[in-house]
């Protein structure tokens, strides 16, 4: 705008002399700074500035303090974001709206009186046999907002199913030796879980050391991440009086107005991933509308230019979502809204709304589309412009999973999602050609990718790939499918490895190859143990593949490891240094081992029959999830099982 001079009016306007207007200018511009200054020691000043700086959507500022060592440290144990020290924001664009689509009242009407089959005696004396499912229509409430319960009836999926989830006779195996392992495993359980009940009850994790609990930041102010995630647990295992316990928490005190923010991928592994098996395993309504009820809360965080969701999201209804402050520039990670397929098409599929899966089928699309450096998937992506923001690729921490979801969301469709199946055995030989390696002593294993520069580095995240690459064997190429099995089991004992080359026996959070190291850490700061699960997870998914009773005995060696060195007075902790065998404690039971550690070293003491991989995936926190068979789901002929095992 240009200002004129008007005629007769004195160039000092307002009858001010010059000198007066500067001291009252100096006045003005001092109050605005002091205001501006003032918002930033207010007790709630991040809220505030989100509040000012959220109104953008196509520039996302970071607001946080996510400075290039946070990023570092962060990136160490990216995983467990427990203190998102920086936040990038941006609002969602409108707060999202479900097709709300006919409502009918649930038709399920199964009494699925679940009987605990007998484990042997002393199993018998430890537990209460497994509840009457109740007619669940009944209690149900239709707590998931703009869900429907018209199509999906619990007893046909049930009559899906090739074979009785928990087996003939619980998975119990015929031989003595392998039972009492078994059984060993049962007790670490009911260990951990009995110390977490006395006393973290209601929170998230057990601090072992201090005998009190951990609420974290992770999950936007929800509690019991334990609890969810032991559900199926205590179930599969026959500790039914716990479970039972749980279940009542989870009807009583499972709060989900929670207005707090979480990280999408933890809450949707850990919680809709645990509500979902809880209810597919027992067929409890509680558990299904609490899982759609959660995971419409989750829908917010897709609310971005490209539908790619943010890291962060408040689980209130302002259906706000930012991005982590230490991920480069705003962007969101592989790993997390790569994590997130099988859920959200469970929950289409119980809600018979198809937005969930319309919502990771746009993750899906846009993935197959971009151009990808050598074949390869970096781990940071724009939310924003749908591009990658960094040429960093990893098998491990912030990619992980998202290869893990393409082979089992095609597993999980019963074979019929095409573009999964494309997208991870292309995505496999990438990472072949570019990051499998072989270490002067002949180990496989997997290095990182820095925009060609290889890190000769692999993490203990990584090892999950073992059991990865092993489910997906079967499905390969014809002349590739021996070479898949091998390739799975060098990985499954380039881990082994890593564990029998340290004091303790348990695996350091990442291992390297070079500077004349063979799996072992160099650096201190990669030394620590936190009762993570994947190499366990690949013993186990060995085992079921190759039966090689090695996989047994390597899982035995870890249960007396951790007998050893983790399990404290009051539960188990992670330890700092496992090349030391005067441990430090790190006084925190992480709730995955009670979800997947210990289930996984359960099912390979287990005969194959409990939960067999020919009907159940397991999502990324080892809570099952039923393969979808449509066209038996759909078929009018179909016979709605009675449910017992
Ligand atoms: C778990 O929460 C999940 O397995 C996730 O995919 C990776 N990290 C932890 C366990 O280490």
């Given at each position: 705008m240009v200002f004129r001079k008007l005629p007769g009016v004195s160039a000092s306007g307002m009858g001010l002399r010059l000198s007066q207007k500067f001291v009252f200018l100096l006045f003005l511009s001092g109050l605005v700074t002091l205001c501006f200054g003032a918002l930033f020691f207010l007790p709630d000043s991040v809220r505030l500035k989100r509040i000012f700086l959220s109104k953008t959507e196509t520039q996302p500022v970071t607001v946080g303090s996510g400075s290039e060592n946070d990023a570092r440290e962060l990136l160490k144990r990216p995983k467990d974001p427990e203190h998102p020290r920086g936040i990038t924001s941006a609002k969602g664009e409108t707060s999202t709206k479900l097709k709300t689509l006919s409502r009918k009242?649930?038709?399920?009407?199964?009494?699925?009186?679940e009987e605990r089959l007998a484990g042997g005696k002393a199993q018998e004396d430890l537990t209460l046999p497994r509840s009457k499912t109740e007619s669940s229509s009944d209690r149900a409430t239709s707590s998931g907002r703009g869900a429907t319960t018209d199509t999906f009836t619990y007893t046909k999926f049930r009559g899906c199913l090739l074979k009785p989830p928990l087996g003939r006779d619980n998975g119990k195996p015929s031989d003595p030796q392998t039972n009492e392992r078994r059984d060993k495993v049962k007790e670490m359980m009911k260990f951990a879980w009995d110390n977490y009940k006395r006393y973290a009850w209601g929170k998230n994790e057990l601090r072992p050391l201090t005998r009190n609990g951990h609420i974290g930041n992770m999950f936007g102010g929800l509690r019991g991440a334990s609890i969810i995630d032991s559900l199926d647990t205590l179930y599969i295992m026959g500790l039914m009086e716990e479970y039972n316990d749980a279940k009542e928490w989870v009807q009583t005190s499972l709060d989900l107005n929670s207005n707090g923010e979480a990280s999408l991928f933890e809450v949707n592994i850990r919680y809709v991933g645990g509500l979902l098996s809880a209810y597919y395993l027992t067929g409890e309504e509680l558990f299904k509308s609490k899982a759609l009820e959660l995971g419409e809360k989750l829908l917010p965080a897709f609310n971005t230019p490209t539908g790619i969701p943010r890291g962060v999201i408040n689980l209130g209804s302002s259906g706000t979502s930012w991005s982590w402050g230490w991920a480069s520039a705003g962007s969101s990670i592989l790993a997390e809204f790569g994590t997130l397929h099988l859920e959200f098409v469970h929950l289409s599929e119980l809600s018979n709304n198809p937005i969930y899966t319309e919502k990771v089928m746009n993750i899906r699309k846009l993935l197959n589309k971009i151009e990808k450096p050598h074949g390869l998937y970096p781990n940071f992506l724009s939310p924003v412009s749908g591009n990658w923001v960094q040429h960093h690729v990893s098998i491990g921490g912030l990619g992980d999973s998202f290869y893990e979801y393409l082979i089992k969301s095609f597993l999980m469709s019963d074979k019929t999602d095409e573009d999964a199946k494309k997208m991870y055995y292309s995505a496999l030989e990438a990472i072949e050609a570019n990051l499998v390696q072989k270490s002067p002593g002949g180990l496989t294993y997997m290095a990182e990718w820095r925009g060609g520069i290889l890190d000769h580095k692999m993490g203990h995240l990584a090892c999950f790939s073992g059991g990865m690459i092993g489910i997906g064997a079967d499905d390969g190429a014809l002349e590739k499918r021996q070479h898949y099995l091998d390739l799975a089991a060098e990985i499954t004992h380039t881990c082994h490895e890593s564990y029998t080359r340290s004091a303790t026996k348990l695996g350091p959070e990442a291992f390297r190859f070079d500077g004349g190291a063979e799996a072992t850490a160099t650096r201190l700061s990669d030394r620590y143990y936190i009762l993570r699960p994947e190499v366990i997870e690949s013993y186990m998914y060995m085992w079921r593949l190759t039966h090689d009773p090695k996989y047994r005995e390597w899982g035995w060696e870890a249960v007396e490891a951790l007998e050893q060195h983790c399990r404290v007075e009051s539960g188990f902790s992670g330890i700092r240094d496992v090349y030391t065998m005067t441990v430090s404690h790190d006084n925190m039971q992480q709730s995955f081992f009670l979800s997947e550690t210990l289930k996984y070293l359960y099912l390979l003491f287990s005969d194959d029959d409990l939960l067999p991989l020919e009907d159940w995936v397991f999502n990324t926190e080892a809570h099952p999830l039923p393969i979808i068979r449509k066209s038996c789901l759909q078929d009018e002929t179909t016979q709605e099982k009675t449910v017992s095992e």
């Open positions: 009242q649930a038709v399920v009407s199964h009494e699925a009186t």
